[in-house]
């Protein structure tokens, strides 16, 4: 049977800290303070064997004065229509990824792009390691704190009567304790994926910079323990440049507005470039004033080039790809309620008590020894259950909080009717779900 309690997770390998070699290549560009002679000093930068070093400015279109335009390729041979709603390009999709080559360790993490990766193994724990468990105690209330509190709740209830609360004869008062256990697992899961963007020139931080460090040797911590929350980080030296497979490398593609015509069927007179219009009681045909007769009008989107930008590159005809690893964060909470009044089990989790028992490790270890059994069985189940649910994911912390509520079960008499009502949590909230004067008939019995 496996131990349900395991050690705080010790990774072997000390990351390395692996740091981006983009920001060492380029020097400050910042006028020295220094006035003096200076020595000239190249800037030496690695050249990656598909592109220049060089910033290049993305394809810019040309606006056509004239009636043909920039585009060269299938067009329609009608204008279209002038509809702005039109689909947004769709080029030929992206490459096979398995014809890319992928550095070592990341052969599997390409091809399954998206799975997780499964997280380096931990070290089993240690019984001497568990530490003491050790539980304070629970408040009650008085019968005063107990007759504020039904007041405070009648008051807050328009349609209920004060006096019931302030008259009625406070028979008995059980105090007991809800308990309210909650076990959080913080996990870390990694993917990665190929990933694109605009080569805009410059250096590339590609394979023969250094080797591209392993999934799950790349530093990342969490901006903060407990919440839910994802980082993506481009993983060093897998840079590689390749012309863009949207456009071919031209930087534009076909305008979808006007299928690469430059011009569109005038809107106002549906490409007749005549309207007729009623003046004196009479209709007579005349020219378009939209189009000025010619029945169509430049394409507002290409500016009548017929080429658009390509979107994928943007214009720079070229992409870096890269493998970008995704870590994502996930706080797994679960949690379990003790209380044996008839109070609705789930008030108790949303108001505040009293924490009897609580710890934070990269492994809890379950309650063992709190007097009330159902408690102890719940959190070894449920931190046994944790310890294996997420395969895929590293356990980054767990936390475990005990809390107790105070609950007291208060037995009433108001006008020979006999009834109960609760005050729960340091709130004092009350359930009482049989309130003995509402307005509907109460405000005649006053
Ligand atoms: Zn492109
Ligand atoms: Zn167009
Ligand atoms: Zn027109």
């Not at 039109?86 to 992206?94: N, Q």
């Not at 990694?190 to 790349?218: K, M, N, S």
């Not at 063992?368 to 959190?379: G, R």
């Amino acid at each position: 049977m496996n131990n349900p309690s395991a050690p705080p997770m010790q990774m072997n390998a000390a990351p390395a800290h692996i740091g981006f070699s983009f920001d060492e290549q380029h020097h400050s560009t910042g006028a020295p303070g220094y006035q003096g002679q200076m020595p000239m000093v190249p800037m030496t930068q690695p050249q990656n064997e598909l592109s220049g070093s060089q910033p290049v400015s993305p394809w810019q279109p040309n606006p056509s004065a004239g009636d043909v335009p920039g585009y060269e390729g299938d067009v329609p041979d009608t204008d279209p229509e002038d509809n702005d709603s039109e689909e947004p390009f769709t080029g030929p999709p992206p490459p096979d990824f398995n014809s890319f080559e992928a550095p070592p360790g990341y052969q599997q993490a390409v091809l399954s792009a998206g799975a997780p990766l499964p997280p380096p193994a931990y070290e089993p724990p240690d019984e001497a390691s568990r530490p003491e468990e050790t539980f304070t105690g629970v408040g009650i209330i008085d019968e005063q704190q107990v007759r504020d509190a039904i007041c405070a709740f009648a008051d807050k209830n328009c349609c209920y009567g004060t006096g019931a609360a302030e008259r009625m004869s406070l028979e008995k008062m059980e105090p007991s304790g809800g308990l309210h256990y909650q076990l959080e697992s913080f996990t870390e899961t990694r993917t990665t994926c190929w990933q694109h963007l605009p080569y805009q020139g410059g250096f590339v931080d590609g394979p023969h910079c250094g080797r591209a460090p392993a999934v799950w040797e790349i530093v990342c911590s969490p901006s903060e323990l407990f919440n839910t929350h994802t980082k993506k980080i481009e993983v060093p030296h897998t840079s590689n440049v390749k012309t863009c497979h949207t456009c071919t490398g031209c930087g534009f593609v076909r305008c979808t507005k006007c299928q690469g015509r430059g011009k569109v069927r005038c809107s106002s007179c549906h490409g007749s470039g005549r309207r007729t219009v009623h003046h004196n009681g009479r209709s007579e045909r005349r020219n378009c004033t939209w189009c000025h007769g010619s029945g169509r009008k430049r394409c507002s989107r290409c500016s009548g080039d017929g080429r658009v930008r390509c979107p994928t590159c943007e214009g720079y005809t070229k992409l870096r790809w890269f493998i970008e690893l995704t870590v994502q964060y996930t706080n797994n909470l679960e949690d379990f309620i003790h209380e044996t009044t008839d109070l609705p089990n789930e008030l108790i989790r949303d108001v505040s008590g009293k924490v009897v028992f609580e710890q934070t490790l990269p492994y809890v270890w379950p309650i063992s020894q709190y007097h009330i059994q159902e408690i102890n069985l719940s959190s070894i189940e449920m931190v046994e259950r944790h310890r294996s649910a997420w395969p895929n994911s590293k356990m980054l912390q767990q936390r475990q909080v005990l809390r107790s509520v105070p609950v007291t079960e208060v037995h009433y008499k108001f006008k020979d009717k006999d009834g109960r009502f609760w005050v729960y949590g340091n709130e004092q909230e009350v359930h009482c779900p049989d309130y003995p004067q509402s307005c509907c008939w109460g405000c005649t019995i006053i």
